[in-house]
């Protein structure tokens, strides 16, 4: 099976512009969330997406957004880039709830 | 928020065990304990998890003391490709987010 696929891997943007991320599950996933990794607050959980349902939420400002297609397939959004947006941007999918099986991320940047 | 404490690095030669703990001091009766590690710049992968009985898979041994506020991690033999950030997690089955800690950072040395 092939495994959480994340595009782009590498993006960079500038201070007040938007970026959309996206997110393909393992097949057969119902389940994909979204997480924030820096080197001054770690992994942060952003939202969760069960069939097309936001299901949890972080503790994130609603300049994070993200939303989930009929075939698993999830988009995180952000809009007015901070600096402090810099991140990994990691994707992971579960089947149940025992395991998420993460991506490998997507790098932003902005300048 | 993380519920684990773990302390922030450890060192550990090839070929021998790594024993890395984690405390959970106020984990419920309801909450399992996961340990994910993270090799640098990749997404975590999971290595396995528990609720109160030992469990050992291909990859670690996960021992729960019987008052589960802590546990351990054991790689029987170390390898120079298990050096990774090690993260112990607490979490109920009900809600499907994981809240990581800073974990362990655990360097094999040759």
């Known amino acids: 099976k092939a495994g959480v696929t994340q595009t782009p891997r590498y993006l960079i943007k500038t201070r007040g512009q938007q970026v959309t991320l996206s997110c393909s599950p393992i097949?057969?996933?119902?389940?994909v969330s979204w997480y924030q990794q820096t080197p001054g607050q770690g992994l942060q959980f952003l939202f969760e997406?069960?069939?097309?349902?936001?299901?949890n939420k972080g503790n994130f400002p609603g300049r994070f957004s993200g939303r989930q297609f009929s075939n698993s397939r999830s988009e995180m959004n952000v809009s007015t880039l901070e600096l402090g947006d810099s991140a990994l941007y990691l994707c992971?999918?579960?089947?149940?709830?025992?395991?998420?099986?993460f991506g490998p991320g997507t790098r932003l940047t902005v300048l | 928020d993380a519920k684990t404490t773990q302390p922030t690095s450890m060192d550990c030669a090839e070929g021998r065990a790594a024993n890395l703990p984690c405390n959970h001091s106020?984990?419920?009766?309801?909450?399992?304990v996961y340990w994910y590690r993270q090799i640098h710049s990749q997404g975590p992968q999971y290595i396995i998890h528990g609720l109160k009985n030992n469990e050992t898979n291909e990859m670690a041994s996960l021992i729960i003391t019987e008052d589960r506020k802590s546990s351990t991690l054991i790689l029987p033999h170390a390898t120079l490709r298990d050096t990774a950030v090690y993260y112990c997690i607490v979490r109920v089955l009900t809600g499907n987010q994981f809240y990581f800690g800073t974990g362990t950072s655990l360097t094999v040395i040759p």
């Open positions: 997406y069960f069939s097309e349902t936001q299901r």
């Open positions: 106020t984990i419920s009766g309801n909450e399992y």
């Open positions: 992971a999918s579960s089947l149940n709830k025992n395991e998420q099986f």
């Open positions: 097949s057969g996933h119902r389940s």
